[in-house]
Structures are given as structure tokens and as C-alpha cells.
């Protein structure tokens, strides 16, 4: 079983950058891809950033250059780099570890975490 804990969410002026941390109490190896997900005040939930087991990422348009994901196996660590942040960056901001089950009735197994709250201020 994979437990999924994010940290680093807090209050930011706009301009400035935050580091999230999401940390697996068990083995990532199992999982196929490990993303963040945010979820602002009245929209659903939205990819943000996604990364394989063989490292290729995947960034929504929003923040394609000013987000960076990053996972380090031995550590079993995924993390979010977010600079020139911006008000609508406001989210809570959810850890996602996806595994392929290969079945036709439920193809994917997901964890999650349980969120963090990143605010950025005008």
C-alpha cells in the first residue's frame, strides 16, 4: 500500500514561489505515474503536472513554464516547483500516485494525498 502525504503550501505574494513535497510511505516503484492535482473554490479538480516512472512529464498550459515536477524513486519523494506564481494559482494542491491495473473494469488504481493549501495574494 502507498500513503501519500503533501507539505510546503502556504501564503504567497504573487511573483513569488513555493516548493510542495509529497512523501510515500511506501515503495513508488509499483506506480506508473505521479502527479499533482489542484482543486480551486467552486471548479473541479485539475492535472497540474504529471511524470512517469520513466521521468517524461506532462504540464497543463496554465503553468507550462512556471512549473516544475520532479520525483526521486530513492527518496520516494514527488515535488512541485512553482515560481512566478498567480492568484489564480489558489487551489488546494493533491499528491496522485496512478497504477495500470490492466483490467477492462477498473484500469487504474489511485492514491492520493490528503491536499495542501497554496493561497498567492495580489
Given at each position: ?18 516548493r510542495l513535497s509529497c512523501a510515500a510511505s511506501g515503495s513508488l516503484f ?26 517524461i512529464t506532462n504540464y497543463a498550459d496554465p503553468v507550462k513554464g512556471r ?37 477492462l473494469f477498473n484500469p487504474f488504481e489511485d492514491y492520493w494525498g490528503q ?8
Open positions: 500500500q502507498v500513503q501519500l502525504v503533501e507539505s510546503g503550501g502556504g501564503l504567497v505574494q504573487a511573483g513569488g514561489s513555493l509499483s506506480i506508473n505515474a505521479l502527479g499533482w492535482y489542484r482543486q480551486a473554490p467552486g471548479k473541479q479538480r485539475e492535472l497540474v503536472a504529471s511524470i512517469t516512472a520513466g521521468g512549473f516544475t515536477i520532479s520525483r526521486d524513486v530513492t527518496k520516494n519523494t514527488v515535488d512541485l516547483q512553482m515560481n512566478s506564481l498567480k492568484p489564480e494559482d489558489t487551489a488546494v494542491y493533491y499528491c496522485n500516485g496512478r497504477r495500470l491495473t490492466g483490467t491536499g495542501t493549501q497554496v493561497t498567492v495574494s495580489s
